[in-house]
């Protein structure tokens, strides 16, 4: 039989202490966890707004910028090419833009807020592919009655120049408009929506 005396507070000392050391050490291998979880300084900056300058973009040029990993193109449509938009209408999918693809300020024929500029996302609705820009119009080798807009080298979708697909199409849909404000005459901002 043993003699010895169980030290009460002793014992709730040492169970305190390795119970407060055992917290502090799950703590220490949790927090780089959840540190980990908060988007970096590079995440949180492809998700910000971009400022998109137009007041150098010449009639008939088209300018990239990139939002979100991704290009945005900016056109600034001649009278010729806003015109142009009404005589391909029969010819598209969906020539009113019901398909939820752009901001409904931009819900238009034009698929902008004002006619002049279109600022769309530069990527093919069938895979992603990046269409070309061709404004020339007659072009026999893409389509009889070519007014010009966007071709898809990959599997040969068509595109007015507000981004419309042509029917018949591979790519399925029109391809999308970001949301997009103006700042000022001379700026746009794409990430931002407009205000009513």
């Given amino acids: 039989m043993s003699t ?10 040492l ?16 927090w780089p966890f959840l540190a980990s979880l908060k988007p ?3 995440a949180l900056a492809l998700g910000a707004p971009v400022s998109a300058p137009i ?12 939002w979100r990993g991704g290009n945005i193109w900016v056109l600034n ?6 015109g142009s938009l009404s005589k391909v209408t029969d010819m598209l999918s969906d020539p009113k833009s019901e398909q939820d693809q752009q901001p409904k300020y931009c819900q238009n024929e034009t698929r902008s807020i004002k006619p002049k500029y279109l600022v769309m996302q530069g990527k093919c609705t069938h895979l992603g592919c990046s269409p070309s ?10 389509d009889a009655n070519w007014q010009g807009g966007y071709f898809c080298p990959c599997h040969g979708s068509k595109y007015d120049l507000a981004g419309r697909v042509f029917k018949g199409m591979p ?4 391809m999308p408009v970001p949301p997009h ?9 794409i990430g931002e929506d407009q205000e009513a």
Avoid: C, H, W
């Fill in 171 to 174: 790519a399925p849909l029109n």
């Fill in 77 to 82: 449509r001649s009278d010729v090419m806003v």
């Fill in 15 to 30: 169970t305190t202490a390795t119970s407060v050391v055992g917290a502090v050490g799950v703590a220490g291998m949790v």
């Fill in 4 to 13: 010895d005396v169980v030290d009460g507070g002793r014992r709730r000392f």
């Fill in 181 to 189: 404000r103006y700042a000022s005459d001379t700026l746009i901002v």
């Fill in 133 to 142: 820009f061709k404004p020339d119009s007659p072009a026999p080798e893409i």
């Fill in 55 to 66: 007041d150098k973009i010449e009639e008939g040029q088209q300018v990239t910028f990139v």
């Fill in 40 to 42: 970096s300084a590079k």
